[in-house]
């Protein structure tokens, strides 16, 4: 890998010895339904590219890692996690929380290791796309590494 890509996310990656891909793309942050984008840039199927969510859970920051196609269920969230109450956290708390800055959050490498939650549709794939913690930069890895690599709880928390 070049260093010129690596961010916490692949240095991770690479001190765990999980086997992982890089993608890079050039899609404008702000550019209407980003990661529905993102995935065509790619030439990928939508629903294998993933979005990291930052969440406020009974007040407890928790990552959520969904579908760019799905929508995130709060009360879904909520109830997976045996909360009452779930809320997106705003921008400046997801940015500090995770060293990361808005349209490349990554589960993987954040500045503090927080709950987090995986749609169970991220299971039927082979392989998923989640941010490697920058803008322009995508990795390639199998859920099931993702999930052990942030202790990951699976569920239902998102809709089509």
Avoid: C, W
Wanted: a positive charge; zero cysteines; glycine letters at 8%.
């Amino acid at each position: 890998m070049a260093r010129r890509q690596a961010t916490p996310a692949t240095t991770l990656l690479n001190r765990r010895q999980v086997r992982y891909r890089t993608h890079p793309y050039d899609v404008p942050v702000d550019a209407p339904n980003y990661g529905a984008l993102v995935a065509a840039t790619l030439g990928l199927p939508p629903d294998r590219v993933f979005k990291s969510l930052v969440t406020v859970v009974d007040g407890a920051l928790t990552i959520v890692v969904v579908p760019v196609t799905g929508e995130l269920g709060l009360k879904a969230l909520a109830a997976a996690v045996g909360a009452k109450r779930a809320v997106l956290a705003d921008r400046a708390t997801a940015e500090r929380a995770t060293g990361y800055v808005r349209g490349g959050i990554s589960p993987l490498g954040q500045r503090r290791n927080l709950p987090t939650v995986l749609d169970e549709s991220a299971l039927h794939h082979e392989t998923i796309y989640v941010s490697a913690g920058r803008r322009g930069l995508q990795l390639e890895l199998a859920p099931q590494d993702l999930v052990a690599l942030t202790n990951a709880r699976t569920a239902r928390v998102a809709s089509a």
